[in-house]
């Protein structure tokens, strides 16, 4: 009998997983503007054209890259960010997979401009399919412009899946909204077909919530802060009068990275109950700080979803943090017995 098995040629092994990564506009987005932050870049645009479906562009004045690596970075498994499995356990950058740029390349057409502040000219590279078409030195800004255009054109069955524009919109406003409220030290764009959608300032963090969520939000917000060996917890909820009958005002970050936790949305719910009408939702943006040791980002590609070493700590933490902080509106006074 014949064998039948045989290796995928790489771009089929790379569109495959590119699966993973990239399922949309809106996943390239948040990969590059995570790459863009690791660059140290502090100015970050974003560029878009047809919902992204035509064209995701990030452009940021971070460090740029060398000739080589700007070719090496589209391969998979590269990456500048871990050397050893150690290293996984200590990751204080977004991404650490090395699989963003392979999976992008594999999935669209790619052009890439980059310069380090070392050299004079930058270098200019066009990839397809997985393929280097051409890299050429060019003159060049300080930092790195990627744009991703005509996203699945080598995979009709996926671009045939996307959702209409304004979905797709949503998606990657989503994503935008994310990266940019965990840097607010840092200026974000977003230009949509030509139009601005944000332009965010640096500032404070309770500016950036403001001119990201809404003005009815100035002179609304409750600081929290609270601190222990284990972790921090820092941020902003909402006054309790502010809460609202839908969703969307909710965040949770761990080491900036956002996580979507319906554990620790409860320990907050938990920390309004009797503030609040039974079916609404308070405003939180919250930041938790914790010994890389003490979670595990791997758990899945999108990094979205993370694992605490003591779960229960931390849902006793963030409640305790929250009631504290609500303390002068508490219309139980028997809420704050454990603070
Ligand atoms: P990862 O972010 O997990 O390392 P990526 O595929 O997203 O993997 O990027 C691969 C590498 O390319 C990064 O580790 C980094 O060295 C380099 N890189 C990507 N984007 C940028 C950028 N905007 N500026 C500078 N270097 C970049
Ligand atoms: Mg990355």
């Not at 990456?79 to 669209?108: Q, Y």
Request: net charge negative; proline share 4%; glycine share 4%.
């Amino acid at each position: 009998m014949a064998d039948i098995i045989n290796l995928l040629p790489d771009n089929i092994a790379n569109q495959i997983a590119a699966g993973e990564v990239i399922q949309r506009p809106a996943s390239a987005v948040k990969e590059l503007l995570e790459n863009a932050v690791d660059a140290g870049a502090t100015e970050i645009q974003l560029i878009l054209r047809d919902a992204g479906k035509e064209l995701v562009q990030v452009i940021d004045n971070g460090s740029g890259m060398t000739e080589t690596d700007a070719r090496m970075c589209f391969e998979r498994h590269a990456t500048s960010k871990i050397n050893t499995i150690d290293d996984l356990f200590a990751i204080r950058t977004m991404g650490f997979r090395g699989e963003a740029l392979a999976s992008i390349a594999a999935v669209s057409q790619v052009e890439l401009k980059s310069r380090r502040a070392d050299s004079d000219l930058g270098t200019y590279i066009e990839i397809d399919n997985s393929v280097v078409k051409k890299q050429e030195p060019c003159q060049a800004q300080i930092g790195t412009s990627i744009a991703m255009k005509n996203l699945f054109f080598n995979v009709p069955a996926r671009r045939n899946f996307l959702k209409s524009n304004a979905a797709e919109m949503r998606h990657i406003v989503d994503e935008f909204i994310r990266v940019a409220m965990s840097f607010p030290e840092l200026q974000f764009s977003l230009n949509s077909n030509g139009q601005e959608l944000f332009h965010l300032e640096k500032g404070s963090l309770k500016q950036r919530i403001v001119a990201i969520l809404g003005q009815h939000y100035n002179a609304k917000l409750v600081a929290v802060k609270e601190a222990t060996d284990y972790m921090d917890l820092n941020g902003f909820v909402g006054k309790p009068e502010t809460s609202k009958k839908t969703r969307g005002d909710q965040f949770f970050f761990v080491n900036n990275r956002f996580i979507k936790s319906p554990y620790l949305h409860h320990a907050v719910m938990n920390a309004f109950a009797e503030m609040i009408p039974a079916d609404s939702f308070p405003l939180y943006v919250l930041f938790i700080d914790v010994d890389p040791a003490h979670v595990d980002i791997n758990v899945h590609p999108t990094k979205q979803e993370i694992k605490f070493d003591d779960e229960k700590l931390m849902y006793a933490f963030v409640q305790s943090a929250i009631r504290h902080a609500l303390a002068q509106f508490s219309v139980t006074p028997a809420l704050n017995f454990d603070l």
